[in-house]
């Protein structure tokens, strides 16, 4: 297919004004199918920007490395170009949007000279699912094209859906790097330098500019860019929820399931929870999603969940058969590896894969490596946030639901984070309101999934969508007090909890084992949803009795006290912050009722003293 091919006007208008802008030396469309993914794959093999793996090992597989100064989101360069300042808010960066437009105008033009532009129509959800949305990436990364194709709905399919006029978002992409004539990449990731890198989103026209950068959330437009941030903007205006979710279903051994939501900041726990293997007998989990829900309320007024995303990005670091075998068993072929360790057989590495580097490997950088563990300082062979594009319907533990159009019914939604210390294992909200400021007060530990933020240190990261909430974040507070008002009773809204799977103890160890032994706490929530669980009143919430969680291997009754008591001078200080730094930062936008709440909290704490 070529763009005379395609009937829709304003498409072929808007992708004639970028090519003319661009420049690119010729335009693909692009189909969806696996002969287009093969050819793209080859072009990268045979230009060095990636390497085959093991046809045995890992069939169907290649890795990237890209550039050391792309990999991974840049908040510092994300923009929310909303028409006024006080619209992006006060977590949002800004810039007028006539003026980044103008700026970026000067940055594109010529940007694609030498490069191929591809044209990548894609569904967010299933393709013609009435809560569906679709979108047109033009980009002039090959990498891009192969990720959005396991990433989304991409191909012909989409262009039938949008016939001759149908409504698809824009989203331009460019690596920000045109070649000079006989000029290759030479086999390396390009991208542009970071004072002129900008992930931009205009809430007010729907649209997206992202320039220079290749990786990730930064160039996969479908995800962050238009499944949260300007899909918070849409669901804002029409009553849903758009969130950086995983969902799951777990099921009882009594056969009863339902289905959970979860936001955790990047890289703090939702693949690992979705595809969790549970280690208390008869219990199982599986997964529709792993990092986005879209969240609407049905003809019942309960809330139906989908994933948007077709395919996983996930943190390779960590990801074992111990840890997570299900992640592994997804991106055990058809997948695309970015900046993990390549062994000697052509086969991949990174820290905590469950098993000592096999010899000298060749690190993310390209150079070789060889463990050494006694070395504490030695880096890592595989970049933190290096990670693994899968097609989500290889995963073992895939929901046969996790493609209805109608979504699933959420009967709880988790919050949580990593936090050291102070927040217990699991607490749950008295209600809805209550569960809106619990989403509202969520820090944690910044993790290696954005550049610019040190790692380590305590943030506020409210809803886990710090990052990605497309407009005022206090007005997206109020937004959820509202979802949860228009339900047409209490009792068909989720029950809301807060969750903390690394509380830490003095000497830094892990007090909580975590990942499938968390289907312990897991089974304490489905109990509360049925009104069965063993609870206790708390200053801060709805708490499990020290005896209402079964203990996993190597966690005492000590350790269990210590996750599931309220710490009270802990929770003091944590009022003290949200009072001081959080809450003022959204002025007037901040609604009453939080505000109320943080006053119930401290009153609560201080008469408990
Ligand atoms: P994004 O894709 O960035 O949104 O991340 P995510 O929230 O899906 O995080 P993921 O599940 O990939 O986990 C990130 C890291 O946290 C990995 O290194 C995991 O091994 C680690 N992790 C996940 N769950 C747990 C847990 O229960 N306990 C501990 N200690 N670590 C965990
Ligand atoms: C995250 O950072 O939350 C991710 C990875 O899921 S990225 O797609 O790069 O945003
Ligand atoms: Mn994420």
Same mark, same amino acid.
């Given at each position: 297919m070529t763009l005379t091919d395609i009937k829709h006007k304003k498409l072929v208008d808007w992708v004639n004004e970028i090519a003319k802008m661009t420049t690119p030396d010729n335009i693909v469309i692009c189909n969806g199918s696996q002969k287009q993914y093969d050819e793209l794959i080859e072009l990268q093999v045979n230009s060095g920007l990636c390497v085959r793996l093991n046809e045995e090992k890992k069939p169907g597989c290649v890795l990237f490395d890209s550039d050391p100064s792309d990999v991974a989101r840049v908040e510092k360069r994300t923009f929310i170009a909303a028409p006024t300042a006080e619209e992006a808010g006060p977590t949002n960066n800004w810039i007028d949007p006539a003026e980044l437009k103008a700026t970026m105008t000067g940055l594109y033009t010529g940007c694609m000279k030498g490069r191929t532009m591809y044209v990548i129509p894609f569904s967010m959800g299933p393709l013609g699912s009435p809560i569906s949305k679709l979108g047109v990436e033009i980009t002039d990364s090959a990498y891009v094209v192969n990720n959005m194709m396991i990433m989304t709905r991409v191909g012909d399919k989409v262009l039938e859906l949008l016939g001759t006029d149908g409504e698809f978002i824009p989203c331009l992409h460019s690596v920000g790097k045109p070649l000079q004539e006989g000029e290759t990449d030479? =086999?390396?990731?390009?991208? &542009?330098?970071?004072?002129? +890198?900008?992930?931009?989103?205009?809430? *007010? $026209?729907?649209?997206?500019?992202?320039?220079?950068? =290749?990786?990730?959330?930064? &160039?996969?437009?479908?995800? +962050?860019?238009?499944?949260?941030?300007? *899909? $918070?903007?849409?669901?804002?205006?029409?009553?849903?929820?758009?969130?950086?979710?995983?969902?799951?279903?777990?099921?009882?051994?009594?056969?009863?399931?339902?289905?959970?939501?979860?936001?955790?900041p990047s890289a703090c726990g939702k693949t690992n929870l979705a595809m969790l293997i549970p280690t208390i007998p008869g219990w199982k989990v599986q997964t529709i999603g792993d990092d986005i829900a879209w969240m609407k309320p049905g003809a019942d007024g309960r809330l139906y969940a989908i994933n948007p995303e077709a395919g996983f990005f996930g943190v390779a670091p960590g990801t074992s058969a111990q840890s997570n075998y299900n992640a592994l068993a997804a991106a055990s072929k058809n997948t695309i590896f970015t900046n993990v360790a390549l062994t000697a057989d052509k086969d991949v590495w990174w820290e905590g894969i469950g098993y000592d580097a096999p010899g000298e490997v060749i690190d993310w950088n390209g150079n070789p490596w060889t463990q050494n563990k006694a070395d504490k300082s030695q880096k890592p062979a595989a970049h933190p946030n290096s990670r693994f594009t899968a097609p989500a319907g290889q995963c073992p533990c895939i929901a046969e639901e996790w493609e209805d159009p109608n979504g699933v019914p959420v009967s709880a939604i988790l919050f949580g984070g990593r936090r050291p210390s102070t927040i217990p294992l699991v607490h749950m909200a008295r209600n809805w309101n209550h569960g809106v400021f619990l989403g509202s007060i969520v820090g944690s530990?910044?993790?290696?999934?954005?550049?610019?933020?040190?790692?380590?240190?305590?943030?506020r990261d409210p809803f886990a969508m710090l990052p990605f909430c497309g407009y005022n974040m206090g007005d997206y507070f109020k937004h959820w007090i509202e979802v949860g008002a228009a339900a047409p009773s209490a009792d068909v809204l989720p029950k809301i909890f807060y969750v903390n799977w690394f509380r830490k103890t003095a000497e830094g160890k892990w007090l909580w084992p975590g990942y499938g032994d968390n289907s312990r706490v897991l089974k304490w929530v489905f109990e509360c949803c049925n009104g069965t669980a063993k609870t206790v009143?708390?200053?801060?919430?709805?708490?499990?009795t020290v005896d209402a969680i079964d203990r996993p291997e190597g966690v005492t009754e000590e350790d269990m006290k210590a996750l599931l008591t309220v710490d009270v001078d802990g929770w003091l200080k944590e009022v003290e912050d949200i009072r001081t730094n959080h809450y003022p930062k959204f002025g007037s936008h901040l609604p009453q009722e939080l505000a109320e709440m943080l006053d119930t909290l401290e009153a609560s704490l201080k008469a408990s003293k």
């Open positions: 030479g =086999g390396k990731w390009p991208c &542009a330098p970071m004072d002129d +890198k900008y992930i931009s989103q205009f809430p *007010a $026209t729907r649209e997206i500019w992202s320039y220079g950068s =290749g990786y990730g959330g930064n &160039a996969l437009l479908g995800k +962050k860019c238009l499944a949260l941030r300007i *899909a $918070t903007v849409i669901a804002r205006d029409e009553g849903w929820l758009a969130e950086h979710m995983l969902i799951l279903k777990v099921t009882s051994p009594e056969g009863e399931s339902k289905y959970v939501t979860a936001a955790f530990e910044v993790t290696a999934a954005t550049l610019d933020v040190k790692a380590g240190t305590i943030r009143d708390t200053p801060i919430g709805i708490m499990p």
